[in-house]
Each structure stands twice: as C-alpha cells, then as structure tokens.
C-alpha cells in the first residue's frame, strides 16, 4: 500500500478549477434551458472559487470569508439578471430561435373549430386538437357550432362565435 502514488495534494490543487467549470457548465445549461434555479446554484459555486481563490491569495482569515462569499454572491446575482436575463437571453430568443416555429398558444390564436361538449365543459376541437374553453365563454355556445379561439389564458382559450 506504501507504493501508491499520494493524490490528495493533486486533489486540493484541482478543486478551485473543478468549481469553476462546474459554475459554468450549469450558467450555460441555464441560458438553454431557462430555469433560474440552476443559475443560483452556479453562481453559488462561482461565488466559493471566488471565495477561495481570494483567500488563497490575499490570506484572509476565516471571518472575512464569509463577507467575500456574500459580496460576490451579490455580484453574480446582479450581472446574472442584467446580463443573462437582459442581454444574452434576448439575444437567443431573437437571432438564435428565428426558424423555429411558434408556441401552441402563440400558433392557435386565431384557429377556427367546432365546439364539442366534454363531460362538464366544452372544448374546441381544431385539427383533430382539443382546446378546453374558458368557462366564462360558455354561456353562450352550444356543441356542433363553429367558434374561433380569441386568446390563451393558462391553459384554456377564450372563443367567440364565428
């Protein structure tokens, strides 16, 4: 067992870049896929490399650290929102999804189809698609007609009569 090369001094000289790319493949998951939750995780990670690589560096002791984790944790999370929300999310959505075709919600505003009654509620049923329809629309529709979707509030369609 004595002739097994000692890896831990290899192990704790690695930790700080492990923390960065780790930091940073979850900043770019985040871009793609839009969950904040990742993001605070990251900038979490981000903010302990940074916390260790100053106290590596400058040899601050134990209290301060913890006033350095959260003076760069508020950093992040501020250039996060204002860079990453503002700048590189915007710039995705207009240049890089271009081609890409619109939202269900977006792509039935404005589709015709025939009222169905469903158990208790009505859909509208638009190329073989049902839509469930608004309660507050219902009072005036009855099934077989024809009706065009006007809006999309979560989940249900508002339709009027075509």
């Not at 169905?116 to 469930?132: C, I, K, R």
Request: charged letters at 15%.
């Amino acid at each position: 067992m004595s002739a097994l090369p000692d890896f831990s001094a290899l192990q704790a000289a690695a930790l700080p870049e492990w923390l960065l790319a780790v930091s940073l493949v979850l900043m770019l998951l985040d871009l793609f896929i839009d969950t904040s939750f990742l993001a605070y995780i990251s900038l979490a990670v981000f903010s302990l490399w940074g916390t260790q690589t100053l106290a590596a560096l400058t040899g601050i002791g134990l209290p301060w650290t913890g006033l350095v984790f959260l003076l760069l944790y508020a950093l992040g999370v501020w250039l996060y929102v204002f860079e990453c929300r503002v700048i590189a999310r915007s710039f995705l959505l207009k240049y890089l999804t271009r081609g890409a075709p619109p939202e269900l919600k977006e792509a039935a505003i404005g589709r015709t189809g025939i009222v169905q009654h469903a158990g208790n509620s009505f859909a509208l049923s638009v190329d073989d698609e049902l839509f469930p329809i608004d309660p507050a629309c219902t009072a005036d529709l009855r099934e077989g007609e024809a009706a065009t979707i006007t809006a999309w509030n979560g989940g249900l369609v508002r339709v009027r009569r075509s």
